[in-house]
């Protein structure tokens, strides 16, 4: 099969035959069969010049991940095909959901008159778990329209964008408002029928606070409204164009300028030399071209052969044709790096004379043993400019980024651009760096971009202005070629700031947990816009002057793009998303670092983004943790390349064998938590950071205190399995699922938690405890967000919606409480619980405790045995693991009201035949027999245990004799009196 055919998608079947036909001849090598993943953790394989495939079940094609690929073509056949695949099935689903006739409740809350034609609604609609993956980001659009199910009339479909939810934080009684999607839609008088078929609950000639503050949302006041969605095609039409771009790269040969001396040794070259000594500055100096570290390969750095007579920074470099090349088989790389050549400065932060900060310095001088290691290594010898530090969960990779963005930019105008493909953690990111160089005195400028404008071919007012003139007879169209517009039109944006702030009423900043501290690219232009004024009068004169619009008036976007240009410029750091970061924003700000944070969770492709359009003096970073999460691959059963699709780039190094730094120091868990996913997932090479004295603190000792109440007995690791003998069944939602007796027992423990003052944090002592409530399934999560606003309006001192937050196992990366409480829902294992990512992000969470609420059924499974992780979790909790509890069992009765009972500070006592919890007001009193292996209530009805072995307890009330906390490193439970002292 040609080369060239590999692009032909129907060429698909023939090249997963080929590809088929190649595994079968290499299946007999034994350092393929060596490589297995059946039974084992992804091993380091040795570098090997030959090493292509690792084959992870061999039951097809589908199933194996190329670790080195062959050629540019190889690589880019697969993932175009896979990428292909991916977004067909997307559309598909899409498709599915348009056609049918899926009805939400809805209120139309008010209307705001733009001009006297148009009109700007606000929708509130309650969402649901069929539309939970196709739901549009803020910012995003969708089509919207009335539905009256009643007569089966509907109205025209009306353009909708999602904005932020604000109204529960406007008021404590909109509290309930909190998960009602919010939509913008605007309506044009003369051309909808709006008012005749839409009415706002609060009208136009009233009090609208007043009104606001009275109104209740209910089924009487609901309308229904349809949803119509189509795909975005900003991140595949992003990858693609990255692809396309370095592989064009690619394929032009480098050539080796002459030296200038070389030159003028030989005759007739004097106009040669000339234009070599006009262009060197540009071509060589290091605003255009990394230097290799070796001053001897410095005649010998590749450049295409137009470069000296149209050098194009818009173009792909060779610097980024290495760095891909070097991304596809890990082979020698062209050239290295080292960061610390072009700034000495960062060699020694902690050197004396050094100038850098003291809070910085004090960073660095805090890095553990592995983050000094590679901070040194990595950075003085980066492939081809690329840098890939995996780290383990607590293990400060982020935080080691931040440092060294600090140090660089202490003393020079280093630029930084920060990409991570999640909001909520790139928000984070972003004010931990405004945290950093606040503390650190360093004047810089931060932007967290969204956005990023419209480019102005796409703009819809300029459409509206081409179709204006071909109905006048055409002779004005506009030409965009040849007008002089900018490339990106941000004046819708920077023309609603200026309104608002005109009419005295500045927008609320956009609503993130940092939003006080992060800027966004617009709100950042107004802001340099007000202290800079006397460098804008033009802009000032036009705005005065435009009647707020910038339709007609070319002169006042081109002075509102400077602007903007004028932001980017001064920026010192900029986190945004790859799609984002592809736009026209890549010709507009020009990084000296790019760090990719998270990279296990970004697609090759979506890391291509990167190198294909930033050429960054230093290089680039990637940063993340392949055993913690994989790019999202809706199609990973069907698609034939699902696999290679859900490999990262820092997976792919890390089976190569090229990754020789890692981050497996950990900071967050306390007590000995991180032993089991150590053990489990990292080949117990993961240790704690916390030193021995302090690993179990007085606020986490109450925490164990707490699930020894729940266990009734000693419990030094604090982790439990809890069973609720007695509970129903799960409820099925659409596709997804949640357990209404799991979500209210859990709740009821959150409530004894919250309420009592001595659970604290475990960063600093002063601040309350925090938990973070996790499920595999979105209908469950959604079960746990509504009892958690519910729990916050019955108690509104407590702080509940800071200190509580339910999430999915997916989207809680990066994230961390001081207790995670896990519910599995479900009455038997799946697949998707079991996954080594998924369970590795869910064991990893916890800085002081942890519980995981299983159905008594589920270990009863046949099926339970075959699991390779949770099986190994419940074994860890209930036999032990290489001598030592990693956590308990909790066997508890579902619908008995219990009394936590923590195990007494005093000696240790005898064992008894029968341990009895006195009865109290309110609460069950509970007698165990050990002959009779059976539970007598006070009531005097028996409530039989199965087969319960000794020590263990039906109800929290009952407990061991216990021993002193103060010696809990030297005492353990009944049957742990016999491991050796300080084992935890």
């Excluded at 029968?914 to 609460?923: C, E, F, S, T």
């Amino acid at each position: 099969m040609a080369t060239d055919s590999i692009d032909n998608v129907d060429h698909a079947d023939r090249l997963r035959a080929a590809m088929d036909s190649y595994l079968k001849r290499i299946e007999g090598d034994p350092q393929f069969q060596e490589a297995s993943l059946k039974d084992t953790a992804l091993p380091v394989l040795p570098v090997l010049p030959v090493l292509r495939v690792l084959p992870i079940d061999n039951s097809s094609a589908a199933s194996r991940v190329i670790v080195r690929f062959e050629s540019i073509e190889e690589f880019k056949g697969i993932h175009q095909a896979a990428a292909e695949f991916e977004d067909a099935l997307e559309a598909r689903e899409i498709d599915e959901f348009n056609k049918g006739d899926d009805a939400f409740r809805a209120w139309p809350l008010l209307k705001v008159p733009e001009t006297d034609d148009v009109d700007l609604w606000v929708i509130l609609v309650e969402p649901k778990p069929s539309i939970a993956t196709r739901i549009p980001g803020v910012g995003e659009h969708c089509q919207l329209r009335l539905v009256d199910q009643g007569i089966g009339k509907v109205s025209a479909w009306w353009s909708a964008k999602r904005v932020y939810n604000n109204f529960a934080n406007a008021s404590d009684s909109k509290k309930s408002w909190a998960n009602l999607l919010a939509f913008n839609v605007t309506l044009v008088k003369s051309e909808d029928d709006s008012n005749a078929v839409i009415k706002a609950l609060i009208p136009d000639d009233c009090n609208r606070q007043a009104a606001l503050e009275t109104l209740s949302l209910d089924e009487d006041n609901a309308a229904k409204v349809g949803f119509f969605f189509t795909k975005s095609d900003a991140t595949f039409e992003a990858e693609m164009r990255s692809l396309s771009k370095l592989v064009k790269a690619s394929a032009v040969a480098p050539v080796v300028p002459p030296k200038v001396d070389a030159l003028r040794s030989e005759p007739n070259n004097d106009a040669m030399v000339q234009e070599w000594l006009k262009l060197t500055e540009k071509l060589v100096s290091e605003d255009s071209i990394v230097k290799l570290d070796s001053k001897d390969q410095d005649d010998k750095i590749p450049m295409h052969p137009d470069a000296l007579l149209a050098p194009n920074p818009n173009a792909v470099q060779p610097q980024q044709v290495a760095a891909f090349k070097y991304l596809i088989d890990f082979a020698e790389p062209e050239f290295t790096t080292n960061l610390f050549r072009r700034y000495p400065h960062m060699i020694r932060p902690d050197g004396p004379g050094s100038s850098i900060p003291l809070y910085i310095k004090k960073k660095y001088m805090r890095m553990n043993e592995h983050q000094r290691e590679a901070y040194h290594g990595l950075l003085s010898n980066m492939p081809c400019g690329i840098a890939m530090l995996p780290g383990g969960p607590g293990g400060g990779k982020t935080d080691w980024a931040m440092t060294v963005i600090g140090i660089m930019q202490s003393k020079s105008r280093a630029k930084v651009l920060y990409m991570l493909d999640i909001n909520d953690p790139l928000d984070d990111a972003t004010a931990k760096y405004i945290g950093l160089i606040k503390n650190a005195g360093l004047g810089k400028r931060a932007i967290r971009m969204k956005s990023f404008g419209t480019e102005l071919k796409k703009s819809v007012r300029v459409d509206f202005v081409q179709r204006r003139a071909r109905k006048n007879g055409g002779s004005d169209s506009i030409q965009l070629e040849n007008s002089g517009e900018p490339e990106v039109d941000f004046s819708k944006n920077f023309l609603s700031l200026y309104t608002q702030h005109e009419a005295g009423m500045p927008p609320a900043p956009n609503k993130t947990r940092h939003q006080h501290i992060i800027p966004t690219l617009d709100e950042a232009a107004w802001n340099y816009y007000e202290e800079c004024k006397s460098e804008f009068k033009d802009l000032t004169d036009l705005l005065e002057t435009c009647n707020n619009s910038a339709l007609q008036n070319r002169s006042l976007r081109n002075e509102i793009y400077r602007l903007y240009s004028a932001v980017l410029h001064q920026a010192d750091f900029i986190a945004t998303t790859p799609c984002v970061a592809a736009s026209a924003f890549r010709r507009m700000f020009r990084p000296d670092l790019v760090v990719l944070d998270e990279a296990a969770h970004a697609r090759e492709l979506s890391g291509l983004i990167a190198i294909a359009n930033f050429c960054p003096k230093l290089g680039w970073i990637f940063i993340g943790d392949h055993r913690q999460t994989q790019p999202t691959v809706k199609s990973n059963n069907t698609n034939p390349y699902g696999k290679q699709l859900a490999t990262s780039t820092m997976e792919r190094a890390y089976m190569a064998g090229v990754l020789k730094y890692q981050l497996l120091i950990n900071h967050r868990a306390y007590g000995g938590l991180e032993r089991l996913p150590s053990r489990l997932i990292y080949d117990g090479k993961m240790i704690s950071g916390i030193p021995f004295t302090k690993r179990f603190p007085c606020w986490a000792r109450f925490v164990r205190q707490y699930l020894e109440g729940m266990a009734g007995q000693r419990c030094l690791v604090p982790r439990l399995i809890v069973h609720l003998e007695g509970v129903g069944s799960p409820v099925k939602v659409g596709t997804s699922w949640y357990h209404a007796e799991h979500t209210q027992w859990t709740m009821d423990r959150v409530l004894e938690l919250i309420k009592d003052k001595r659970f604290r944090s475990a960063e600093n002592e002063g601040n309350q405890g925090t938990i973070l409530l996790l499920a595999p399934y979105k209908a469950a999560v959604a079960k746990y967000q509504e009892a958690i606003e519910e729990l916050a309006q019955k108690y509104p001192n407590l702080r509940i919606p800071q200190r509580v937050e339910a999430r999915t196992w997916d989207s809680s990366q990066g994230h961390e409480a001081d207790i995670i409480a896990i519910d599995y829902v479900r009455g038997h294992p799946t697949g998707f619980m079991d996954g080594m990512y998924r369970f590795n992000v869910g064991l990893t969470r916890a800085r002081q405790g942890e519980w995981h609420l299983m159905h008594p059924n589920m270990p009863k499974c046949a099926s339970f045995a075959q699991t390779k992780y949770l099986s190994k979790l419940y074994s860890a909790c209930n036999e032990g693991t290489a001598g030592f509890y990693e956590g308990r069992i909790a066997n508890l009765v579902w619908g008995l009201p219990v009394q936590f009972i923590p195990p007494k500070t005093s000696a240790r006592k005898p064992a008894v035949d029968r341990l009895q919890v006195q009865a109290q007001p309110g609460i069950l009193k509970v007698v165990k027999d050990t002959n009779t292996n059976k539970a007598t209530s006070a009531s005097s009805s028996k409530v039989e245990v199965k087969n319960e072995p000794a020590g263990r307890a039906i109800t929290p009330d009952s407990t061991t004799s216990g021993s002193d906390l103060e010696h809990s490193d030297r005492v353990g439970s009944m049957e742990d009196s016999n491991k050796p002292a300080g084992w935890w």
